[in-house]
């Protein structure tokens, strides 16, 4: 299985298509810290990535890639405070 996070799925994204986080930005719609977040594995939102992935002019295979790290990152929250919860009296 496949391991990449969303935030190097992001930013391998950039670095192939020579683009900066305030490139991205511009082209997405969305401000340049909500960028560096995601770039600094900030906790993304669907709305958010669907905005970047446009903004990257995606292709299915790349939206696929970039879904697929999107999940990766939501399941590993939820079993992180699972654990958390977990451990409370």
Known sequence: M???TWADWLRHALST?????RDLA???GVSPSTVGSH???GMPS???VAQMLD????SPAERGAA???FHRAINARVAALAAL?????
């Open 2 to 4: 496949d391991d990449t």
């Open 17 to 21: 298509r020579g683009w900066s986080a």
């Open 26 to 28: 511009a082209r997405a």
């Open 39 to 41: 770039l600094d594995g």
């Open 46 to 48: 669907a709305p958010t």
């Open 55 to 58: 903004g990257l002019a995606a």
């Open 67 to 69: 879904w697929a790290a």
């Open 85 to 89: 919860a977990r451990r409370q009296p």
